[in-house]
């Protein structure tokens, strides 16, 4: 449903995960040898840094988006344990992206905006404000696509952002992030595990929402085939961890 493990595809993974970070790095070596002077390597370089984020969202919007269900008549989530299961699901899936959005709005301030009273606080009355209106937001069928959307794009600038520090050796303030709960040299892995985060929840509010579920208020359990999706989420994401963990070894 979600990825066809063709060999095509995990040849294409491999050459992805493992020889491009190394491919990256000696482009990396190639230019610091002949750093005063212009060379193509640096721009392949620069460049470089792009290709993974990209990668990595058109093959969310293709796969892992526009999801469909086939509808057996199982087990049934009803009454109470439905309410509960729609409210953690939207309650987490709304904090995870709006938490997502304030770390990429924090480090964009702290590069470009020196003045500290424009460092944010991570306010909790704020965060279910912004919370609540993200819940509702979601109900719609076709504003959840487009806030979709919008958390991709917020992956590629966080990676952005995090490719500038590096080329430009910016020494980050760990504090910046959540007050030291996230170290920022692990900056990359935390931006994909909101994403993750956020892909799996968004799976299973697609799944709650689907078609006439929610107004009928009653949800088959998930079965088997249901649950592989998540699985492979789990794995393409651990193959741009790998990624990550050469590209930065």
């Known amino acids: 449903m979600i990825i066809n493990f063709s060999l095509a595809r995990l040849t294409l993974i491999f050459l992805l995960v493992v020889l491009f970070p190394l491919v990256q790095n000696q482009w990396l070596n190639l230019y610091l040898f002949n750093i005063n002077n212009f060379t193509i390597y640096k721009t392949l370089y620069f460049f470089s840094g792009l290709i993974c984020p990209i990668l990595v969202c058109i093959n969310s919007l293709n796969i892992f988006t526009y999801y469909k269900f086939s509808i057996k008549k199982n087990t049934q989530i009803t009454g109470l344990s439905l309410l509960l299961t729609t409210v953690t699901v939207l309650i987490s899936l709304s904090t995870i992206i709006f938490s997502y959005f304030f770390i990429n709005l924090k480090i964009f301030l702290y590069l470009f905006i020196s003045d500290n009273k424009y460092f944010l606080n991570y ?5 279910i404000f912004f919370v609540v209106i993200l819940s509702i937001f979601l109900i719609f069928k076709k504003i959840k696509f487009i806030i979709k959307k919008i958390v991709l794009l917020n992956f ?20 910046i992030i959540f007050k030291n709960i996230f170290k920022f040299e692990n900056i990359n892995f935390i931006n994909l595990i909101f994403l993750l985060s956020a892909e799996i929840l968004f799976y299973l509010w697609s799944y709650i929402s689907y078609e006439s579920y929610l107004s009928d208020w009653s949800v088959p359990i998930l079965h088997k085939n249901q649950i592989i999706p998540i699985l492979k989420i789990v794995i393409f994401y651990l193959f741009i961890f790998l990624y990550y963990s050469i590209l930065y070894n």
Do not use: T
Not at 123 to 127: G, H, L, S, T
């Open 123 to 127: 306010d909790i009355e704020k965060v």
């Open 156 to 175: 590629i600038m966080i990676s952005v952002l995090i490719w500038y520090i590096k080329i430009n050796n910016i020494i980050f303030d760990n504090s």
